[in-house]
Nanobody, 126 residues
Framework: QVQLVESGGGLVQTGGSLRLSCAAS????????MGWFRQAPGKEREFVST????????YYADSVKGRFTISKDNAGNTVYLQMNSLKPEDTAVYYC???????????????????WGQGTQVTVSS
């Protein structure tokens, strides 16, 4: 399995931007679909965005579509989440995640999370 380390969270004003990074390490780390989930205080963890193992398919929650962009680097070892036009309701701990199985499409219906990152706080002030 892979290990995941996130970075890039912080405090930003409404309308601002942040980019989260998630570096994967471990055997065959580039062969897993990956994604981002978030958990706000008092709420359940929710899907934000995922990307297929090859990087050719991406998926977004309706609440972030058109504002967030997920991508992978060429080696497939790092996943990014570019967040633009941030809103206070985007405030949450963001978790990177990797699929349990290799070579997955990463769609929200098919992904089964095998590894979670430690989480990074994103706070959007109004």
């Amino acid at each position: 399995q892979v290990q995941l380390v996130e970075s890039g969270g912080g405090l930003v004003q409404t309308g601002g931007s942040l980019r989260l990074s998630c570096a994967a390490s471990g055997r065959a780390r580039s062969t897993y679909a990956m994604g981002w989930f978030r958990q706000a205080p008092g709420k359940e963890r929710e899907f934000v965005s995922t990307i297929s193992w090859g990087g050719d398919s991406t998926y977004y929650a309706d609440s972030v579509k058109g504002r967030f962009t997920i991508s992978k680097d060429n080696a497939g070892n790092t996943v990014y989440l570019q967040m633009n036009s941030l809103k206070p309701e985007d405030t949450a701990v963001y978790y990177c995640a990797a699929d349990r199985s290799q070579y997955g499409r990463g769609s929200p219906e098919t992904i089964s999370i095998g590894t979670w990152g430690q989480g990074t706080q994103v706070t959007v002030s109004s």
